[in-house]
């Protein structure tokens, strides 16, 4: 294993076609809900498998606490609060974004999202999900505006197993044992969507993950078969509450309580279908020349069997509980070493990391990025990263480089050396005063460069007038309005 810098002579130099590019991400899987970061209950051995055969990023971050703004930061390589999706239901992924979808189109790629939106609603004709309803056309932003070619996709949240329904006698918000055969159910509330807005109501029985890559798998075996480097992004739901595992899952956890088999199982089920898509591009002869990129969202949910191990806090906090998650890559033809990084690597990585493997110029993003590209990284010519990474939600910021992090809950700030200290329990900040003030002035210049951007100061501002949001600054307490139902 190498730590920091990459082995050297890991990464084929061999001239290769575009790479296909596939995106997955768990939905509050916690930094130690896996097998390949220690979890001795989870079985997870496909992406155990990758970590043994690819990057393992022992400091990867979602770009936020919360699920829609991690998902905005994947799309456009930037922070988003540049862009008004400060947290879940919170913003649209703005129509002005330039996002990975549009740039890899322009390069010949067919473009698909399979799973969970959460950039906005999917439907303005009747209600569905969290914002969905007839009428609401501001926030009406499916995937099709943003460069996608095919979706199969829900606004937000459903449940694991047998994602449209829910029991009707014995409903918990947190999961349930599965329905049995004959027993009374409802409809949860949340459909599926086609990338032409029709309600897709065929196969939707049965493990949530399983649903979404009986879609995904198609579209990638479309793409192999017209020779057409595909994107495939896949957001699964798992393990995100009400977590419900099928039988086989449940099963394998008899052991456990019902509120971690559910989740476990969950996780399993996911890990599952992992292999599955991954046996399919090894069949089909392009697995060499795809690179495979796994992350959750943010860590694991308040109430949750999930561990963020030794790291502070869970989801809806910037310490390192809340943004640290599992993070892997895989992409054989290139990387021919599996290695393990401590280098810290942000979820707005991915578009930069892309346009540079790609030869896209930047001139084709003409926003400010926050992302860098890891390109370097995997060549072997990046041992540490040469910017640091600002983060920003409702009543908190963060900014951290290679070894300190600032950080602030309601205007109260703390600096902690990560490298010594990665559980945060001593502040530093009077023993480091220089580094403080220094990351201080820099977290607030950060904030600032969001908020113009956030107002429309970097291009037209259609959409931030139809939204008609007002700008929270993250460095001031949290305002009591803000809904994180997910």
């Known amino acids: 294993m190498i730590f920091g810098l990459a082995m050297v002579g890991s990464f084929s130099a061999v001239a290769q076609s575009k790479p296909n590019i596939i995106l997955l991400m768990a939905d509050d899987l916690g930094w130690a809900d896996t097998g390949f970061n220690g979890n001795k ?36 390589g930037r922070n988003p609060f540049r862009i008004g999706v400060y947290e879940a239901n919170s913003g649209i992924l703005r129509p002005e974004e330039i996002t990975l979808p549009e740039l890899l189109k322009g390069e010949g790629y067919t473009t698909g999202l399979f799973g969970k939106w959460h950039l906005g609603t999917l439907t303005h004709k009747e209600k569905d999900a969290n914002r969905g309803k007839p009428g609401n056309l501001k926030e009406f932003n499916p995937p099709i505006m943003h460069g996608y070619d095919c979706a199969f996709v829900t606004e937000s949240k459903v449940p694991t197993y047998d994602p449209m329904k829910k029991p009707r006698d014995r409903f918990d918000k947190e999961g349930w044992d599965y329905l049995k055969e004959n027993e009374p159910f409802e409809p949860f509330g949340t459909a599926y969507w086609d990338i032409n807005g029709n309600k897709v109501t065929d196969n939707l029985d049965g493990d949530d993950s399983r649903v979404i890559m009986d879609r995904a798998i198609p579209f990638v075996e479309q793409a192999i078969m017209n020779s057409t480097p595909f994107l495939a992004v896949i957001w699964f739901h798992s393990p995100h509450m009400p977590c419900v595992a099928g039988p086989k899952y449940q ?74 998650v599992p993070g892997l890559l895989v992409w054989p033809q290139k990387i021919t070493h599996p290695y393990v990084t401590d280098m810290p690597c942000v979820t707005s990585d991915y578009l930069p990391t892309i346009m540079e493997v790609l030869k896209i110029k930047k001139s084709k993003v003409s926003n400010q990025l926050d992302g860098i590209s890891l390109l370097p990284l995997l060549e072997g010519r990046m041992s540490a990263r040469p910017k640091p990474i600002g983060f920003c939600f409702p009543g908190q910021v963060s900014y951290c480089n290679n070894q300190y992090k600032l ?32 990351f201080k002035k820099n977290i607030n210049q950060f904030v600032l460069s969001c908020k113009l951007s956030f107002e429309g100061k970097e291009n037209e501002k259609a959409s931030y007038e139809r939204l008609n949001q007002k700008w929270i600054d993250p460095t001031l307490p949290k305002p009591r309005q803000i809904k994180t139902s997910e």
């Open 41 to 76: 209950i989870i079985k997870t051995p496909n992406l155990d498998k990758m970590a043994k055969e690819g990057v393992r990023f022992n400091r990867f971050y979602s770009a936020s606490a919360e699920c829609s703004p991690t998902r905005a930061s994947v799309l456009t």
């Open 251 to 324: 099963e394998m956890y008899k052991g456990q309580d019902s509120k971690m088999r559910n989740y476990a199982g969950s996780i399993t089920a996911l890990d599952e279908q992992v292999g599955r898509l991954r046996e399919i591009l090894k069949d089909r002869g392009v697995d060499s020349n795809t690179m495979i990129w796994f992350c959750s969202d943010n860590g694991p949910e308040d109430g949750s069997p999930g561990s963020a191990g030794i790291f502070r806090e869970r989801k809806h906090s910037l310490h390192e509980g809340g943004v640290r």
């Open 407 to 438: 950080y602030a809950r309601d205007g109260v700030y703390e600096l902690y050396d990560i490298l010594k200290d990665p559980e945060e329990k001593k502040d530093i900040q009077l023993e480091k005063s220089y580094i403080f003030k220094h």
